[in-house]
Each structure stands twice: as C-alpha cells, then as structure tokens.
C-alpha cells in the first residue's frame, strides 16, 4: 500500500533494555545494522503492525514489552535511487510511525529466526547516540528525528545513572 506520494506505511521499533539501552540489530548476511521496522498492511494499524513487525523480527510478543511513546506524525525517508529503480510500484521511500517500547520480560525471549525468512542474524544493546550515527546515510534523518522526538519519554523512564 503506497500513499499518493510514493510513500510506504511502516512502522519503526525501539526496543529499550530494563536500563535504557536500544536493541540494535545486524541485518542478515550484511555488515549494516538498524531498529526493527515493517511495513503496516492495509487492514492494520500502526500498533498492530508494531506487534506483528515485533514478532517476526525479534521473536517479542506484545506481553514482553511496554509502550513508552510514539511519533505525534509520520516521519518520512527516500529510498536511493539504486533501490527504487528495481521496484516496480512507484513507491520512493517509507513514512514511518515510531514506536518506544521497554522490554519487560527476559532478554533471552528475543529470538531472531522465528520466520522461514529472518530479518536480522544478531543484535546488542547500544546506547542512545548510537543509532542516529551508525544507520545507513538515507535513513539518518529520520532516526535522528525519532529518536530526539523520544528522547522526554525515554528520559523520564530512565535516569541517566541507570545508562551506563
């Protein structure tokens, strides 16, 4: 489902640790690494691809986690020309709902390989700067964005001599 601008509804997911960290993921068979994120169906919300995208990438069912907060809007990126030009849609890039969970059950829940067709083949906890710095050029902007968006809620459940 592609809007009248070219832009695919997703959601991203940020998975905090009981202290703050962000789950970080390494895509399969890449050396680059990024947030869970999906695209949401037509018949589905934002939450509802939220739980779904959440279950099939990382394994995490909607039990295991807490929402802290979400994106007010939609923040949107451009796919490179080099991966839109294999698409056959017009689709130019995403627009994404963030959400902020906390993961509230044990990490060793998080399983990455529940689908026949995995997303990810590891990931760590990082701190909050990371992922604003270490994301793919194209998609800065918008980690940078979502991140500073969520930054108060994450700050109010997390204390900074919690972080190490």
Sequence with gaps: MIDADGFRPNVGIIVCSPVGELLWARRIGQTSWQFPQGGIKREESPEQALYRELEEEVGLFADDVEILGRTQDWLRYQLPKRYTRRRRSACIGQ????????????????????????????????????????????????????????????QQRFSASSIN
């Design 95 to 154: 627009k994404q709902i963030w959400f902020m969970l906390q993961l509230i059950s044990d990490e060793r829940k998080i399983c990455l390989d529940l689908t026949q067709v995995p997303e990810f083949d590891s990931w760590q906890w990082v701190d909050y700067e990371t992922p604003a710095n270490e994301i793919v050029e194209f998609k800065r902007r918008v980690y940078s964005e979502a991140l500073f968006e969520l930054k108060t809620v994450w």
